[in-house]
């Protein structure tokens, strides 16, 4: 790296940065030594049961939204325009439904782990199965979340790449199991104020010195970067409205609907009313965050005149460049980068270690008191940060990786691959009371199988849906001598339509969690309708969404109790899961 880039950090900037630390570090101390210390599990993995909904709302939207995004969308629209924008409008349903659906029959049903749901609907082998699904999602995105700040560290300070991985997974596991999910929840509302605060911070800075808005507005404009709405059904198509506003809703049913990082959030909240209104709140945040990236990306796009795509390293230079002479700006740049990274991890760290404990160990060792619980669970919390840095560190030592491993694409390829097939196991356990156990693991099996030959195929498939300027930024990354490398690029590209096998590789990744949920739920039915499907009576009660039953209210009602199987939660089975452990179903 050019020592010239390491001249952006004066005091401020370290101060601003120690800072943000340093109150982390405070509100996980606060939240280990008040309420109940952090005695028991329940305080330390679902925070008492007794949040409100503002933290919880913002802590949501920073579950899923890490550096990751602050700097992927704005690359994302320098080069491609404003298409990605769109993704607001799956944002709408992408809440409501968790909101009015899974919410719903997962809070009533007082679980600790969203895998829980599993077993009471179809089996222990079958949540084992979601559970070991999530730990690798949540595994692999940990190591992509861990990499980006750390590399925006050392592009302004100079700080050694390994060094900042290190002490991202250390800072953040020491919040983490010192004050728990309380921590957690409160250190992301803090972090992500920080995070707003360092993406508005460039977006005036750059407005102000490109001379106002509608000089920004002007060139966008003339550099087409301003996209109009894609109604162009191909589902090979990168971005359209479709893709975008009816696929990204499956996506968001697989972050916000069933995994363990928003379950547990909406679990924590006082009353389910709380955590429906959460749900709501969330909405204007995801869309102001989405707002202030592609802002950020356009503004940036006046600020360079250079026409051609935009890797997402780039950004961190373009607003080092655009930030010079502001001290303590800097700073709060890469504090915000950090705020999102840090929020994203602690997330990881508390489920992974929540259904770890929950699903993998406790069945095991039923007669484990509190205090040994809490203990193991904090001991988990500290493997898996040991883990992070080992993925990340992978990740570096295989240069031509590094450029992967930013890629807005990559995070939401995994959310689609690995999240699509469990948010599928869910719709099939709620939705169909038809799906018996074999069913369920015979669709899981065959959608992780469908979707990794998909993603997989993607990647060695040129003529892919991934983004056509790749190979160009992975040269430019690794010389200076950009134009060339860029215009290699742009004669590589292949405007053919592919065919057969490699049309199927090329499904642009926004379908994939669609794509896989559907293959789950089809390959789930046929499955078990073959077996033997599920009897009324056998369905653990309280368990079905009459997801039928709303939508056909006009059928008489005969009809619809055939259909829908609405079985109301016995009295029985609720004292027995008030009471703790969930009774095994055979
Ligand atoms: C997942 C959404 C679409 C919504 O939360 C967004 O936050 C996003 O694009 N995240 C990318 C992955 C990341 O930032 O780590
Ligand atoms: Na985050």
Redesign the pocket.
Known sequence: MDPSDQKHFTAVDYVIFAVLLAASMGIGLYHALSGGRQRTTQEFLMADRSMSCLPVSLSL?AS???????I??PAEIYTHGTQYWF?GCAYFLGLLIPAHVFIPVLYKLRLSSTYEYLELRFSKAVRICGTLTFIFQTVV?MG??VYTPAFALNAVTGFELWGAVLATGLACTLYTTMGGLKAVIWTDVFQTAVMFAGQLAVIVVGVNQTGGASEVWRKVWEGNRISALNLNPDPTERHTFWTLGVG?VF??LS?YGVNQAQVQRYLSARTEKEAVRSCYMAFPS?QL??ALSCVMGLVMFYANTLHFGCFPQMVIYFVMDMLEGFPGLPGLFVACLFS?ALS?ISSAFNSLATVTMEDLVKPHVPAMTEARATLVSKALGWLFTSYAPITAVTFLTERALIVVVFD?QV??KL?GMVGGPVLGLFCLGMFFPWANPTGAMAGLGAGLALSFWVGIGSIFNRSSGARPLSAGCRAALLSDNSTSAVHTALDNLTLSKPSGLNRFYSLSYMWYSAFSCFAVILIGLIISFLTGPMKEEDVTPGTIYPVFGKLLCFLPEHLKKKLCCVTPRGPTVSKIMDAGPIPSIS
């Open positions: 939207i899923f939204q890490s550096a990751v995004a602050i992927g969308v993704i995105y992509v979340c990204g996506l968001m972050l995801l965050s989405l999102a994203t807005l995070a939401l959310f």
